[in-house]
């Protein structure tokens, strides 16, 4: 990003007479991180995003780029979609950041969740697998990532026996039960099979 900034303000014919600035925060992958720098950027906490002597006036925010996660850019975008204050991600996919109103200001370079969950409703059915189960992370992510396979998977005929979830901050036994699923699951398959 400072490459590309930096090209475009030292070029007469990119941008003439206009000098874009920047400020690079980490939002440490954390939700409540993200909600902060959001915060900090729309409340104008920082006084300039980058000096130059030629600058005579504060700096105020134009766009936010990122953040890299879907349940990250969607705290983000809740945050400044009502101030219309763009927000462009890099590589937050999740389909539901497409929904215009509930993010008006949201745009991506990269295709939302829908295409991944088409392909793979396809490669399973390709597989011959009418029957499946499920584990998805439980986040905004992942739930409506998975929502999306659902959704796709019933276009193409495939029974999802299950769809389970879990986060990496629940407690073990969330882990187990899951696990617990999975293992019913396999040995119905397995009995199934030997009959």
Request: glycine letters at 6%; hydrophobic letters at 35%; aromatic letters at 12%.
């Amino acid at each position: 990003m400072i490459f590309a900034i930096e090209e475009i303000n030292n070029s007469p014919e990119l941008l003439p007479g206009i000098t874009l600035g920047y400020q690079i925060y980490d939002s440490c992958a954390s939700v409540p991180g993200t909600i902060k720098v959001a915060f900090q950027l729309t409340n104008g906490l920082d006084v300039v995003f980058h000096p130059s002597d030629n600058c005579s006036q504060s700096g105020m925010v134009l766009a936010i780029i990122g953040d890299s996660g879907s349940t990250l850019s969607i705290s983000i975008s809740r945050l400044v979609g009502p101030f219309n204050i763009p927000q462009v991600s890099y590589y937050s996919t999740c389909e539901c950041l497409s929904d215009k109103q509930q993010y008006p200001s949201f745009f991506r370079t990269i295709p939302s969740d829908r295409f991944q969950a088409d392909a793979l409703a396809k490669l399973v059915k390709h597989f011959g697998w009418t029957w499946i189960g499920a584990v998805r992370s439980d986040s905004d992510y992942g739930n409506n990532g998975m929502a999306s396979f659902l959704d796709a998977a019933r276009k193409e005929g495939i029974c999802v026996e299950y769809s389970e979830s879990f986060y990496r901050a629940h407690p073990r036994s969330r882990v187990r039960r899951v696990a617990d699923v999975i293992r019913r699951f396999l040995h119905y398959i397995n009995k199934l099979d030997t009959n």
